[in-house]
DNA sequence: CCCACCCGGATTGTCTACAATCCCTTTCAC
DNA sequence: GTGAAAGGGATTGTAGACAATCCGGGTGGG
């Protein structure tokens, strides 16, 4: 299957730009979850008509990442704690099964694989020693992109991605305040163990990275309907936004 | 996350229906791989103006059931043989774990989940004994979409909501002509098995299920490029689409 | 005869204007 | 004071017009 949406041949259009300043500003969150996205404005701002600024939300909207609720408009989107965790899950099985294709032939990565997700591994360390808390984040994301994009498996790779930004949007949402921060020695175990050809010990340690990921999420077991009232009226602005979408 | 696109709150927009009507149409075989889709002459078809159809091509797109290329036009997607591969995979990976899903909990299926796999498998009889191979075709995909349904996971849902219609594509491209077709008893013993509680029994027929279906098809291990030219010359027309490809 | 260039037709890309919708505020009636 | 209705402003939805692009066919020159 061709690469969709439409590729230009000559100057690139700006759909393409204005679709990745958006995605970029949603996983950074300078886009915060229920943030109005007006057109009119983007188009202002983006310097183009609205027509360009429909089409980019409209794919941000199949992506999940932004809902379009007509006559209303266009928001970032809210994932509810369900979706949130079939996010995870989906996530778990399908990063699981392309470690498992990397590590396929018994032996370790490919050396020019194993080489970038090394490059990879460098760049987040350079990140987080800068405190770029933003690159240091959406790095973080790219590490699991990247390993579907070694294992040469473009379906899953396009699975992923979306996956990996709606999970963006779900720790956003549900991200508990004292949560450790991540680190980075996470995915360098990970990296190590495909580069000796341990399938089995790459597949626990991403397994277990991810499952830590979503530990972190105050993902309530009780179903999209549960409402924790203390954070109600503690003025939580997150569990109001909860409260508003029960 | 909220469904998307946009939802209609009064009179539904004819976006969906259009959307319905050509994947619906490129599922029966009616719009074959690589037919053009021509935006002025879909306008005038649905009665719409062409900005409509844009948005709905748009959404195929996306779904990679049609390329947009810029300045050239939409066509049906023609899926390479190593698409195809990737989809299958990613589809038993996928149906595999929902699978997983529906028999969780020890039991068989819920009895309105069997019910509604019962009602099913009723219709699929009856199209094929009434020898609509259109809604034989369609009603065998929405089998296991309904399997997707009945787990409960939205999220697994959407995704092999896609992964079957480019399956569809691929079959489409792909299929050998001699292929005996396939036999309804195999979703029967799917459920059968589901229902007993058989959670490994159920996999190992929904992966042969699977199996089968792609080893239908002539997907080359050689790779994209590899054409069969005994085809190309023949006069196949799918073929010489593949050939343009390469 | 072959190749390069040009032109015309078909189609896509883009923008803008106007209609439609929704929400919030104000006013009026009870 | 409260609730309902009306109006206005903001925003989205839609269509039509025109610009831009591409491809195929025809013509002219070597």
Known sequence: M???????RGAPAP????????????????????????????????????????????MLAQSRLVTLERNRGAMVA???????????????LIEEEIVRLLTAEGGGLAPDAAQRLRRHLD?????????????TVRLT???HQLLATVSGHAVFGEILDSLIRQS??????????AAPSCTADEHRMIVEALERGDGDGARRLLLDHLHEIEQRLELKTLGDGAVDL??????DAAAEALAEEA
């Open 141 to 143: 994301g790219e590490f």
């Open 230 to 235: 203390r954070r109600v009226f503690a003025g």
């Open 168 to 177: 963006s949007l779900a720790i956003a949402v549900f991200e508990t305040p």
């Open 78 to 92: 809210v994932p509810s704690a369900r979706e949130a965790r079939e996010v995870f899950h989906a996530r778990r």
């Open 2 to 8: 061709k690469p969709s949406p439409a590729r230009p």
């Open 123 to 135: 760049r987040e360390a350079a990140a987080l020693a800068s405190g770029d808390r933003a690159a």
């Open 15 to 58: 759909e393409e730009r204005i679709h990745r300043s958006i995605a970029d500003a949603i996983a950074d969150r300078r886009l915060p979850p229920g943030t109005r996205l007006v057109e009119e404005q983007l188009a202002e701002l983006f310097g183009v008509s609205r027509a360009r600024i429909r089409k980019v939300l409209l």
